[in-house]
Nanobody, 125 residues
Framework: QLQLVESGGGLVQPGGSLRLSCAAS????????IGWFRQVPGKEREGVSC????????SYADIVKGRFTISRDNAKNTVYLQMNNLKPGDTAVYYC??????????????????WGQGTQVTVSS
């Protein structure tokens, strides 16, 4: 069974940085795309960034471009999200999710079937 576990969230001041980790188990990472998504209470979950773990190809939501970087370490079966210059609007629960590359099309919530439990990121002074 596929399992994803997020970690690295916490409280940070505006302009600060956090590095989130998504540890995958039960499947070889290089056969999957991994996405980072975030959700604020009362709002729909939204895409942040995705990576094709085989090719390394990445995509980002416009609002995080230039500030966030997604990467993977296939040997460790882990995907990271480096978040720099954090803003209060980045406050959310951050989730990672997986979809097999054979059916991966878009960096969007409906495309992903396996999800982690989420990790809270709070950006506040």
């Amino acid at each position: 069974q596929l399992q994803l576990v997020e970690s690295g969230g916490g409280l940070v001041q505006p302009g600060g940085s956090l590095r989130l980790s998504c540890a995958a188990s039960g499947f070889p990472l290089d056969y999957y795309a991994i996405g980072w998504f975030r959700q604020v209470p009362g709002k729909e979950r939204e895409g942040v960034s995705c990576i094709n773990s085989r090719s390394g190809s990445t995509s980002y939501a416009d609002i995080v471009k230039g500030r966030f970087t997604i990467s993977r370490d296939n040997a460790k079966n882990t995907v990271y999200l480096q978040m720099n210059n954090l803003k209060p609007g980045d406050t959310a629960v951050y989730y990672c999710a997986a979809v097999h590359l054979s059916v991966f099309r878009l960096c969007a919530v409906p495309e992903f079937g396996s999800w982690g439990q989420g990790t809270q990121v709070t950006v506040s002074s």
